[in-house]
């Protein structure tokens, strides 16, 4: 219902604008015919210069977007890791990409530094208790200071 009656209101306010830009034509004292040829082609205009309005206000917010999600999915990549200098053993917090070389410079030092990324596997494997009965017991025992 909401979408009917904006697009009665915008249906109605070309036509008013229509109406009134072919009212010189009457007074030029053309035929009625002329007024209503008027209309026409002023209505047509209208909707011409409409769609290519929103066509490119489209486009605008379609590129516009593009880069906040361009934006968001580098954000998204970035992870900061805690590492430590190579040169001097002080603990620093580097920012990694998965996707790139990663490096940093040792904020005692200076040194440069680079990181290598390793990754391990391991066998997925099925819990012994289910976890309410693993936090019941763990209750009970946190409970009892008797030892």
Do not use: H
């Amino acid at each position: 219902m909401g979408k009917f009656i904006i697009i009665l209101g915008s249906s109605l306010l070309i036509a008013v604008i229509s109406a009134v830009g072919a009212l010189p034509a009457l007074f030029w004292g053309m035929s009625l015919s002329n007024y209503l040829a008027v209309f026409c082609i002023l209505t047509a205009l209208q909707l011409v210069v409409g769609t290519l309005f929103n066509y490119f206000v489209d486009q605008k917010t379609f590129r516009e977007m593009e880069k906040v999600d361009s934006a968001n999915a580098l954000a998204e990549a970035i992870q900061y890791l805690p590492t430590t200098c190579a040169y001097c053993g002080t603990a620093n917090l580097t920012k990694i990409m998965l996707d790139r070389d990663n490096s940093f410079n040792c904020e005692a030092c200076g040194e440069k530094n680079a990181v290598i990324i390793e990754s391990s596997t391991a066998r997925i494997t099925m819990p012994i208790m289910p976890k309410a009965e693993a936090a019941e017991i763990f209750n009970s025992l946190d409970g009892d200071t008797d030892g």
